[in-house]
């Protein structure tokens, strides 16, 4: 709300070589039947005379038949009939050539993977053996077998032909792979059509942490996940926190209290934008995660972390940053384990609001931000429902603004949105930001209540 408010953001020879060499001699045809002879003299310069006259019989106009494997192509032409032009190479199994073509291309794309963060100036026979290699020794593939049998290498990408499509699928584990104190990221081309087949990263296959100063890589999820699926908000941000600052403390605060599913940092990226930033997460279930941390203080200013406002899918149930400190403090929440996985069950559950019996409404409460002076002039009352309307649409869309000045509800504000989802974004939105200094409640509210105009809590 304007001045009140404390935001977080502003936020390809078509002749070919049947073509053949004009002939300077002519043809007569053999006497006709009965003793007659022909007038007809082939003077065409094409091997077989396509003329093009009536089609009625006994007319003498009767098109030759093509010798076989030549399938004639009936053309506009000058007459009642067309211009006929033998095409060779188009028999009888053409359709079947082709359509064994297409499998063979089709096979050959489950049997490829991408391959990014190529380092520069990489020959093709050393990054095949480094993943013939690397299958070898995680058991992936047989002990003397070669699953890689080809790369392409571009400048800061390749492809890589796997002699299997069970290869290629195998191949996949080695996504995040160290490489030059790179991490590689290995997933499926963009023009891939086949089936999903789950993987898992190098880092999750073999144990391992990435490097210190390898950045990870994303892993490769179900069809339909995005990066907007895994990308998340951080509000309130000062010109003193650096982007590599902020991604670090974040993502040691996840792997802290267990909410990484796997080992390293699972926040791949930060980028800074004046008074916010983005982040974007390893999965979009630590995404999810990470909205636990809403309101972590750093460098003496908390932290306001949500979805983004172009993010369209549904409400994600969350806590804020005290609720896991206490839960973590208390033992609900449990380091990760040695091998570095995180307690991803108990990390799952903390994701949930506190009370598991709310059902979602489209109605939102908020309270703890009005006082009854806030209330007394109309001016200032006005001031205050226009502000809200401006703020709370931004999260879907808004119908109805009530706030009662006297009796139930006083000094509560009732949002109705038009869908449940939509009212899950306020309240994810709302819930712990500052309103004149005092902290937003934010929770749902019967719809059936509101239908009466009945705002006691």
Known sequence: MSGRYERSANYRSSRGSYDR???????SPPAARGGGSSNHNYHNNNQYNYSSGHHGHGHGHDIPVPPPGVTPIVLPGSGMGGGIVPVPGLGMGMPNLLAQAQAQQMEKILRELFVGNIPPNIPEMVLREFFNGAMKRTGLCAPNASPVVGV???PKFAFIECATIHDANQALNMNGIPFMNIALRVSRPSKYIGPYVPSKTWQQLTGQPLPPGCQPVPENGPPGEDKIDRELFVGNTTQEMTEEALREFLGKALEQVGLSNG?????LSCRMSGKYAFIELRTVDEAK???NLNNIPFMGIQLRIGRPSKWTGEHTP???????????????????HAGGQGNTGTAQNTAEPEDQNVTPTKIVALSNMLTK????????????????????????SLIEVIIPRSGAGEGMIFLEYATEADAGKAIESLRGRTFDGRKVEAIYFSEEKYSKNDYSG
Do not use: V
């Open 152 to 154: 392409r290498i571009s």
């Open 289 to 291: 995660k990470a909205m």
């Open 21 to 27: 060499r004009p002939r300077s001699r002519s043809r």
């Open 318 to 336: 969350h806590g804020n940053w005290e609720d896991i400190l206490a839960k973590f403090m208390s033992g609900e929440l449990q380091l990760p």
């Open 263 to 267: 080992p390293g940092n699972p926040i």
């Open 373 to 396: 002076e806030d209330l007394e002039l109309d001016q200032d009352y006005e001031d205050i429902l226009e502000d809200t309307k401006e703020e709370c649409s931004s999260f879907g």
